[in-house]
Nanobody
Framework: QVQLVESGGGLVQAGGSLRLSCTAS????????MGWFRQGPGKEREFVAGISRSGSRTTYANSAQGRFTISRDNAKNTVYLQMNSLKTEDTAVYYCAGKFLRPITVVPTSGYDYWGQGTQITVSS
């Protein structure tokens, strides 16, 4: 069972930046594609960004494209989400997720197997 622990959430003003981190307990972290999802108030959980096992490929939701950057450090079992130019509509609980995959360049946008507990991000106007 993979344990995922997010950190880095908080309160930020619109236009500001935050970086989320997610550390996995799994020694074979590089067997997993990783993703970030979010769930805003009264909304369904949605995909934000994903990264392949190798880190060579990334995929973003339209809302994140150009503002957010996902990256990973397999030596530290950690995936990051750098968020810039934050907007009030980015307010949500952000979840880290992992999916065991054989292909090293696939970036799934759904069907993740493991989830963190979530971290709250609130963007004030």
């Amino acid at each position: 069972q993979v344990q995922l622990v997010e950190s880095g959430g908080g309160l930020v003003q619109a236009g500001g930046s935050l970086r989320l981190s997610c550390t996995a307990s799994e020694r074979t972290f590089n067997d997993y594609a990783m993703g970030w999802f979010r769930q805003g108030p009264g909304k369904e959980r949605e995909f934000v960004a994903g990264i392949s096992r190798s880190g060579s490929r990334t995929t973003y939701a339209n809302s994140a494209q150009g503002r957010f950057t996902i990256s990973r450090d397999n030596a530290k079992n950690t995936v990051y989400l750098q968020m810039n130019s934050l907007k009030t509509e980015d307010t949500a609980v952000y979840y880290c997720a992992g999916k065991f995959l054989r292909p090293i360049t696939v970036v799934p946008t759904s069907g993740y197997d493991y989830w963190g507990q979530g971290t709250q991000i609130t963007v004030s106007s």
